[in-house]
T-cell receptor, first 107, second 116 residues
Framework: SQKIEQNSEALNIQEGKTATLTCNYTNYSPAYLQWYRQDPGRGPVFLLLIRENEKEKRKERLKVTFDTTLKQSLFHITASQPADSATYLCATGDMRFGAGTRLTVKP | NAGVTQTPKFQVLKTGQSMTLQCAQDMNHEYMSWYRQDPGMGLRLIHYSVGAGITDQGEVPNGYNVSRSTTEDFPLRLLSAAPSQTSVYFC???????????????FGEGSWLTVV
C-alpha cells in the first residue's frame, strides 16, 4: 500500500542549530511534496511545495529537498529559534499526510 | 479575510447522538475537504467536494455524511456518533483539488470532538 512516513515522532535541538526532518514515501511516485507547520490547537499552515523535478526549494531559513531515487524529502530549518517549535507535517500533492514530527528548539 | 472557519471548536457527544460540524470559506474556493487527525496518524481524508453539488468519499468516510449546496459551505454530519469518532476534525479548502504550484491548501483551526 502507498505510505508516507515521517521517521521521527519528536526532535529536540539547541537554538541556532539546523533542524533536519525526514519524510519517506513507499509504493508511490508523487509529483509534488509539501510541508506544513502545525502549532498546538491550530490547523496546519502551508510552508513549502517542491516538484519532483526540483532538487531543492528555499524560503528564508527553510529548505526542502526531494530525492526521487531515495524516495525521500528532507526539510531543514537553519539557525533554528524557539519560535520554530511546532509539529511539521509532510504531504504528497494528492494530500496524503505523514504523522508529523514534533520539533522542540531549546534556548 | 476570515479564510476557513470551523464551528464548534469543542463538542462532547453521547454515543448515538448526531451532530453537524460547520465549515465555511470566503475565498471562493471550489475544492473543500474534511480530515480527521488522530495521535500517531497523519491527517486522513473523510469526504471532499470539487464544487457545489458534488461530493465524494475519501479514505475514511464511514459514519459521516456531507453536502455542498453552496460554494462557501461544506458541513460534516455525524449520523450516530461512536467513541471511535473521537478525534480532531479539520476542514480545508483550495482553488482546485490537489497541491500544485499556485494552489495553496488552507486549513481551518479544527474541531475537537469527544464521544462518550
Amino acid at each position: 500500500s502507498q505510505k508516507i512516513e515521517q521517521n521521527s515522532e519528536a526532535l529536540n535541538i539547541q537554538e541556532g542549530k539546523t533542524a533536519t526532518l525526514t519524510c519517506n514515501y513507499t509504493n508511490y511516485s508523487p509529483a509534488y511534496l509539501q510541508w506544513y507547520r502545525q502549532d498546538p490547537g491550530r490547523g496546519p499552515v502551508f510552508l513549502l511545495l517542491i516538484r519532483e523535478n526540483e532538487k531543492e526549494k528555499r524560503k528564508e531559513r527553510l529548505k526542502v529537498t526531494f530525492d526521487t531515487t531515495l524516495k525521500q524529502s528532507l526539510f531543514h530549518i537553519t539557525a533554528s529559534q524557539p519560535a520554530d517549535s511546532a509539529t511539521y507535517l509532510c504531504a504528497t500533492g494528492d494530500m496524503r499526510f505523514g504523522a508529523g514530527t514534533r520539533l522542540t528548539v531549546k534556548p | 479575510n476570515a479564510g476557513v472557519t470551523q464551528t464548534p471548536k469543542f463538542q462532547v457527544l453521547k454515543t448515538g447522538q448526531s451532530m453537524t460540524l460547520q465549515c465555511a470559506q470566503d475565498m471562493n474556493h471550489e475544492y473543500m475537504s474534511w480530515y480527521r487527525q488522530d495521535p500517531g496518524m497523519g491527517l486522513r481524508l473523510i469526504h471532499y467536494s470539487v464544487g457545489a453539488g458534488i461530493t465524494d468519499q475519501g479514505e475514511v468516510p464511514n459514519g459521516y455524511n456531507v453536502s455542498r449546496s453552496t460554494t462557501e459551505d461544506f458541513p460534516l454530519r455525524l449520523l450516530s456518533a461512536a467513541p471511535s469518532q473521537t478525534s480532531v476534525y479539520f476542514c480545508a479548502s483550495s482553488k482546485i483539488q490537489g497541491a500544485t504550484a499556485g494552489n495553496t491548501i488552507y486549513f481551518g483551526e479544527g474541531s475537537w470532538l469527544t464521544v462518550v
